[in-house]
């Protein structure tokens, strides 16, 4: 059974398009994120969502918008594309008060934007 | 804010033991992490230390000293399946997401 999901791997898209990115986690956990990371590796949060709130929000442009319609679904939503946006975003989940700081990781999801 | 130190690429031959170094700033410190990501995957989890010491699971080890702001990742035996990058990681601020370093790419040579 896969822990957190993302679908698509892949997404090739043009410049100014809007595109959404979807995750799932079957963990039962309460906390969700999603993280970009760039051609560095540099990996940066971006957000987190919490029992369907949202917590932090790392100066992520507002042409981003996470959507969580429940606790096992954390989406991502990216208007107007640009090209500094194409890097690898990963989904991830954790519970809070586990004592430990580990996240569970989707697979990622290469954005490409042309 | 949050920052992290921790050298781009360290190199090492196989059966070797290899030492990651980790510096951190912190507003408010939890504790220290390490992930593993092999190219084009997912990082996986793979260590915590949130008190002074060395913690061990299996060829892997983790140290910390809050007082000096310092942790480093030890491996041992060293495997050609160990070539990734190591991220440490600590608490933002509001203890609400992780912060991570800018990764160490380990490359293990026969």
């Known amino acids: 059974d896969t822990a957190v999901s993302q679908t698509p791997k892949y997404l090739v898209t043009q410049m100014g398009n809007d595109k959404s990115i979807k995750c799932e986690q079957n963990?039962?956990?309460?906390?969700m994120y999603w993280y970009k990371q760039d051609s560095k590796k540099f990996l940066k949060i971006m957000f987190s969502?919490?029992?369907?709130?949202?917590?932090i929000n790392e100066t992520v442009p507002n042409r981003f918008s996470p959507k969580s319609p429940d606790k096992a679904h954390l989406n991502l939503h990216i208007n107007s594309l640009e090209l500094g946006d194409s890097a690898v975003y990963f989904c991830?989940?954790?519970?809070?008060?586990?004592?430990?700081?580990?996240?569970?990781f989707g697979p990622g999801t290469r954005l490409t934007v042309l | 804010g949050q920052s992290l130190e921790q050298p781009s690429e360290v190199t090492a031959v196989e059966g070797a033991i290899v030492q990651i170094n980790c510096t951190y700033q912190?507003?408010?410190?939890?504790?220290l992490s390490w992930y593993q990501q092999h190219d084009g995957g997912a990082p996986t989890f793979l260590s915590y230390?949130?008190?002074?010491g060395l913690e061990e699971t299996g060829r892997f080890s983790s140290f910390l000293s809050r007082s000096d702001s310092y942790g480093y990742l030890l491996l041992q035996e060293l495997q050609m399946k160990d070539s990734a990058s190591y991220f440490c990681?600590?608490?933002?601020?509001?203890?609400?997401?992780?912060?991570f370093g800018k990764g160490t790419t380990l490359s293990v040579s026969s």
């Open positions: 912190t507003s408010g410190f939890y504790g």
């Open positions: 969502y919490n029992n369907k709130e949202l917590i």
């Open positions: 991830a989940s954790s519970q809070a008060g586990a004592g430990t700081d580990t996240q569970y």
């Open positions: 963990l039962g956990h309460d906390t």
């Open positions: 990681a600590v608490r933002n601020q509001a203890g609400t997401a992780l912060i």
């Open positions: 230390n949130a008190l002074d």
